[in-house]
């Protein structure tokens, strides 16, 4: 009988290790995702002229810029850029963001 039991146990506690470690977490891409994919919230028509402005190019230097400098700027405009990217194709996804 105890062998039963201790058998019993540790297929119990192989299941929930696998179980932590094994499992995907879909909760936490499909979060992350419609935090990129909402859209910033919309203020007074002044303010959208101001917002289109500041959007209508990237900032003086950008090619000197590090890839986390980029990327915060970006954020500061609205747009998500991914850092594991090259600073080109970066600077690329935001230009394309910005027409």
């Not at 994919?37 to 203020?43: C, E, G, T, V």
């Not at 400098?69 to 609205?78: K, T, W």
Request: hydrophobic share 45%; charged share 25%; net charge positive.
């Amino acid at each position: 009988m105890d062998t039963v039991a201790f058998l019993i146990i540790l297929a119990a506690v192989a299941g929930a290790a696998w179980l932590v470690f094994f499992r995907k977490d879909d909760d936490s891409k499909s979060t992350s995702a419609t935090v990129v994919a909402s859209a910033p919230a919309k203020s007074p028509s002044s303010g959208n002229q101001v917002l289109k402005s500041a959007r209508a190019s990237l900032p003086a230097g950008a090619e000197k810029m590090t890839k986390a400098q980029i990327e915060s700027e970006a954020r500061a405009q609205g747009v998500e850029l991914d850092k594991r990217k090259t600073k080109a194709n970066m600077l690329s996804e935001w230009k394309q963001s910005l027409k």
